[in-house]
């Protein structure tokens, strides 16, 4: 029993260190905006950024837990899920994956090279970002977005580093939004 | 044609190629002949922005805003007036792409001195609004490494490189 307990403490560790990439979150907002104005939300039309990566953009697991993280945060602060026509907010949602490099500079003090030239090493990564927009109905204005990036690595592999990544990516996100005053 | 007058001198180009820092050079073209816009008339041109190369900044409005807010100030500043019978047409462009530098003082520590950062350029175009030609161009590039994340410094930098092209405006445009 407590060999079988140790082991699966120990690949949950092993699980997380490995799906937990470093991820990079911030938002930019509209001065002042009042958030409990807005009671209604919906899945707004298809948002005037280029088509995403469909990778995760189409991809079922990615798309439901990002719908579904979103629901629950909005629900939570007292919104309720509406009709695109007459809601008050509209919520649209972008993944995109670029490639990026990284440069991983070799120290003389770990003893991988004497020369004066230690070379550097540069590798190339995909990067992922993902963008979520919320609207004003009325307006039709931009008033607030935020955006999870982090290295796509294997996640595309796994569904379950992918509905991972999407619950982390839409929490960290939505505690970027101002707070109820 | 153009003439390039570019003020970036030998001591710039050296600290950019030693330095650690990424300096933030600012240039322009004029074009050889300008007509006369006696009003100083001018609109923002129509059409969709092009795409920045960062989805964080692309349909952002709070930093298309922060960029046309900038060259309004800018522009009314040297007595130009927005207006709906416009003399000349303004546009930009942002774009962020990866650039590396090389540092000097790293590589005598033993490390390669190589470093990767996101280089953001933002232009400035005045053209004729009679048949579109460009007339003038502006441009900045910066290093803005954590800039995007940061909204009241994405918008102390938007300020200070808009200032710093528009400066390059020549006084009698």
Redesign the interface.
Known sequence: MRTIRLLTLAAAAIVASGCAAAMNVSSHVEPGLDLSRYHTFAWGPRDALPTGDPRLDANPVFQDHMMGGVLKELSARGMTLGDARTADLLIHYHASITERIDVNRVDRGYGYCTQGDCPAETREYEAGTIVLDFIDARSGRLIWRGWAQRSIGKMLDSSDAVADTADRAVTRMLQQLPVHP | MFTITSRTSAAVLLALAVGGCAMSAARSYVATTVPPHPNKTYAWAQG?AK?T?D??L??????EERVEAAVDDALKSRGFVKGDAPELLVKYHASVV?D?YVSGA???????????YDKGTLVIDLADAADDRLLWRGWAEDAIDGV????RL?EQRIDDAVARIMKRLPTTF
């Open positions: 969709p795409a190369g989805p964080r692309d349909s952002n409005r709070f930093f990866q590396v790293e590589q005598s520590e033993g490390r390669s001195g190589l470093s990767v995007v994340d940061d909204q994405m």
